[in-house]
């Protein structure tokens, strides 16, 4: 079978899979709704595993279709409301938000083929970031709780954000470094661009850090590593 189908149908099966797993986080009493809608987060952005090996430099059409699906599904869901359990799982501060994370992956995707010098470590790093930092810093931040950082970022807590800043940065190594190791001469910089990731997520507006913590990350990976 072709790399490229392979890779789809390894990427469709995965985003069934973690769909099925947030609605399923929804029937457990007393979980907050963050936990379920951050976990679909977190797995769909795992589809650069597949994208990056198999589905990557192959046709346009290919690249796109998984995101385009799931944009269009999203904005189903979104505005309809139906099916139920799938809204419950994927609603939050913005009904629109988890639509501008697929957007963020097609605009990201678009822009590697401009010529710009964007490339598949710096889609990446944007994917990963957003889908770890940010994912992993709502679901934690949700059980812990603690203090907010201020009234301009809303409901988000120094907690979340100390594991946005955290988690952005092992992911921008392992990406440039292909492993999790601290002895690169990039490494202040690795740091600096989590530590930007993380200000554009805590001051961004609700729902829309979808749209600009991948699309800024990744072009500033582009421009200084």
């Given amino acids: 079978m072709n790399d490229m189908y392979t890779g789809l149908l390894l990427t469709a099966a995965m985003i069934c899979a973690v769909i099925l797993g947030g609605w399923l986080l929804t029937r457990i009493k007393g979980l907050p709704e963050e936990v379920s809608r951050k976990f679909i987060h977190i797995g769909v952005s795992c589809f650069y595993f597949f994208y990056a090996p198999y589905i990557y430099g192959t046709e346009l059409w290919g690249e796109l279709l998984l995101p385009v699906v799931f944009l269009a599904c999203n904005l189903f869901v979104a505005l309809t409301g ?100 601290f002895q690169s001469p990039d490494t202040a910089v690795y740091a600096a661009v989590a530590v930007f990731a993380t200000l554009v997520e805590a001051f961004t507006p609700k729902g829309l850090d979808n749209l600009s913590v991948p699309l800024l990350t990744a072009l500033l990976c582009m421009l200084v590593l």
Wanted: charged share 15%; glycine share 16%.
């Fill in 82 to 181: 139906k099916p139920l359990s799938v809204s419950r799982a994927m609603s939050g501060t913005n009904k629109l938000g988890t639509s501008y994370y697929p957007l963020s992956i097609i605009i990201l995707i678009l822009l590697t083929r401009t010529g710009i010098g964007l490339d598949i470590r710096d889609l990446g790093a944007g994917v990963l970031v957003m889908g770890f930092g940010d994912g992993l810093a709502g679901m934690i931040g949700s059980l812990a709780g603690g203090k907010k950082i201020s009234r301009i970022t809303g409901s988000k807590t120094w907690v979340g954000s100390a594991v946005m800043l955290t988690v952005s940065f092992v992911c921008i190594v392992c990406i440039y470094e292909g492993e999790l190791s």
